[in-house]
């Protein structure tokens, strides 16, 4: 398990997309993405892809105020 003890954030590429995506670290051993809405349009505990999406590195800078 990574944490925030160990690094930063945590960086993903999806190869099929080609798609970057930055996480910050949680007392999580496994992150999973969705790409559409749940059936159920459950949000809570909900990571959805575009909210990780990695477009400029300016999003790796600590920021207090942003999600995950």
């Known amino acids: 398990m990574i944490t925030e003890?160990?690094?930063?954030?945590i960086i993903g590429w999806h190869p099929t997309?080609?798609?970057?995506?930055?996480?910050?670290?949680?007392?999580?051993?496994?992150y999973t993405f969705r790409q559409s809405p749940p059936k159920n349009n459950q949000l809570i505990g909900i990571w959805f892809e575009q909210d990780f999406r990695l477009r400029h590195l300016d999003q790796l800078l600590p920021n207090k105020n942003r999600p995950g």
């Open 5 to 9: 003890k160990e690094c930063d954030v």
């Open 17 to 30: 997309s080609s798609r970057a995506y930055a996480v910050r670290p949680q007392a999580k051993t496994l």
